[in-house]
Antibody, heavy 125, light 107 residues
Framework: EVQVVESGGGLVQPGGSLRLSCAAS????????MNWVRQPPGKGLEWVAT????????YYVDSVKGRFTVSRDNAKNSLYLQMNSLRAEDTAVYYC??????????????????WGQGTLVSVSS | AIQMTQSPSSLSASVGDRVTITCRAS??????LGWYQQKPGKAPKLLIY???NLHSGVPSRFSGSGSGTDFTLTISSLQPEDFATYYCLQDYNYQLTFGGGTKVEIK
C-alpha cells in the first residue's frame, strides 16, 4: 500500500524553527522528486519546495528562500523541511507530495500523484 | 514568477450539468499545466497532467485542454462526488504556481 505520512507540525513562536518530516514507503519514494505544498487556513494551495530524486538540486518559492531547507534521506525513505525564522504568514497545513513525473520527447511534466494527509504549522505568539 | 489566474472563483451547478473552469497564465507555458481536485479536509488529488492527459483512475467525464496561456478543465456531466475545489498548477519552470482555485457548489 502506498503511504505518505507527514509529522512534526505544531505551534511555534514567530522567529522560531520547526522541522517537518515525511515518511513514505520505498515504492513511493525511491527515484522520485518530492515536493512540499502548503495551504493557509481557508485559503488556496501554494507550492513551497521541490527536491530532485538524488537530492542534487532543490527549488523554493521566493517567500521561503533562505529560511526553509528541503532535504531527503533515501536510505530512510524520508523527506524533510527545516523551517527557520518562521513568520505568521507561514501558518498553514503542509503537505508532502510525490512527483511521479512524465517525460515525452524533450518535455517533462509534474505529476503530484501521492499526497500525505498534511501537518498543521501554526506560527503565533 | 508566473501568475495563474483561475476563473470563476466559485460556481453553483446541478448534477448532470457541464462545467467549465479556466486558467490563464501570465506568459506562455506551453502545455505545462495540471489540474487538481480538493475536498474539504483532504489532500488534493491529481486529475489532469500536461494540460490534457487524464491521470490513471480519473473518470472520463473530466477533460483538459489548452496550450500557451489559456487552459480549460471540463466536467462533462457533474456528479455528486465532484463538488469540490479545483486548482490548476503550472510546472513550466521550478517556480511552480497554483491558480487561486474554483469552488464548485451544489445549486
Amino acid at each position: 500500500e502506498v503511504q505518505v505520512v507527514e509529522s512534526g507540525g505544531g505551534l511555534v513562536q514567530p522567529g522560531g524553527s520547526l522541522r517537518l518530516s515525511c515518511a513514505a514507503s520505498e515504492l513511493t519514494f525511491s527515484g522520485y522528486w518530492m515536493n512540499w505544498v502548503r495551504q493557509p487556513p481557508g485559503k488556496g494551495l501554494e507550492w513551497v519546495a521541490t527536491i530532485r530524486a538524488d537530492g542534487s538540486e532543490t527549488y523554493y518559492v521566493d517567500s521561503v528562500k533562505g529560511r526553509f531547507t528541503v532535504s531527503r534521506d533515501n536510505a530512510k525513505n524520508s523527506l524533510y523541511l527545516q523551517m527557520n525564522s518562521l513568520r505568521a504568514e507561514d501558518t498553514a497545513v503542509y503537505y508532502c507530495a510525490r512527483d511521479r513525473g512524465y517525460c515525452t520527447g524533450e518535455s517533462c511534466y509534474c505529476l503530484m500523484d501521492y499526497w500525505g494527509q498534511g501537518t498543521l504549522v501554526s506560527v503565533s505568539s | 514568477a508566473i501568475q495563474m489566474t483561475q476563473s470563476p472563483s466559485s460556481l453553483s451547478a446541478s448534477v448532470g450539468d457541464r462545467v467549465t473552469i479556466t486558467c490563464r497564465a501570465s506568459q506562455d507555458i506551453r502545455n505545462d499545466l495540471g489540474w487538481y481536485q480538493q475536498k474539504p479536509g483532504k489532500a488534493p488529488k491529481l486529475l489532469i497532467y500536461a494540460a490534457s492527459n487524464l491521470h490513471s483512475g480519473v473518470p472520463s467525464r473530466f477533460s483538459g485542454s489548452g496550450s500557451g496561456t489559456d487552459f480549460t478543465l471540463t466536467i462533462s456531466s457533474l456528479q455528486p462526488e465532484d463538488f469540490a475545489t479545483y486548482y490548476c498548477l503550472q510546472d513550466y519552470n521550478y517556480q511552480l504556481t497554483f491558480g487561486g482555485g474554483t469552488k464548485v457548489e451544489i445549486k
